[in-house]
Each structure stands twice: as C-alpha cells, then as structure tokens.
C-alpha cells in the first residue's frame, strides 16, 4: 500500500531553519509528483509546495516563496522541505501528500512550531 512518513519537525527560534523529510513507499515514486501542504490551528490545509516528476520544476506558495526549498531523491524515495527565515505564522503540521488514480495519499503529518 501507499505510505508516505513525514519526519523532522519541531521546535524552533524565529530566523531558525528546519528540514522536514518524507519516506514514500509503495508506488512508483520517480514518476511522481509531490507536494506538501501545512495545516495550522484552526485554518484550513494549504498547499505549500510541489516538485514534479524528477524534479523538472518546483513550484511555492507566495508565504514560503524565497524561504522554503522542496526537493527530492529518488534514489531514496525521498521529498524533502527545506524551511528557513521561518516565522511564528509557519507553526502547523505538516503534511506530504501525492496524487495517484482517483486517490489523494497524506502523511500522518510533522508539527512545525516556530516561537520563542
């Protein structure tokens, strides 16, 4: 079955970096695109980022563009979200996700908490 397993959030500083990672299994990874999206208290789920298919192209929302970096490897059946210059309105779970046949596949999510 599909499985997608997010790692590496956590507590961090405004101006501090983190990278999330998500472990996928049980498709055909490298013809996959991802995504991540994030979740905060009381909002609704947003998408965040995607890379496509190899990594031919990224694509970011306006809050993270310039900050956050998506990234894969395939070798690995790894996606990964670079955050940096993170600020308190990042704080949310995160989330990977991919997009198959009539199918949405989440993670279980990574909680994200920037503060001081």
């Known amino acids: 079955q599909v499985q997608l397993v997010e790692s590496g959030g956590g507590l961090v500083q405004p101006g501090g970096s983190l990278r999330l990672s998500c472990r996928a299994s049980?498709?055909?990874?490298?013809?996959?695109?991802m995504y991540w999206y994030r979740q905060a208290p009381g909002k609704e789920r947003d998408w965040v980022a995607t890379i496509t298919s190899f990594g031919h192209s990224t694509n970011y929302a306006d809050s993270v563009k310039g900050r956050f970096t998506i990234s894969r490897d395939n070798a690995q059946n790894t996606v990964y979200l670079q955050m940096n210059s993170l600020k308190p309105e990042d704080t949310a779970v995160y989330y990977c996700?991919?997009?198959?046949?009539?199918?949405?596949?989440w993670g279980q999510g990574t909680q994200v908490t920037v503060s001081s």
């Open positions: 049980g498709f055909t990874f490298s013809n996959s695109g």
């Open positions: 996700n991919t997009k198959l046949y009539r199918s949405d596949y």
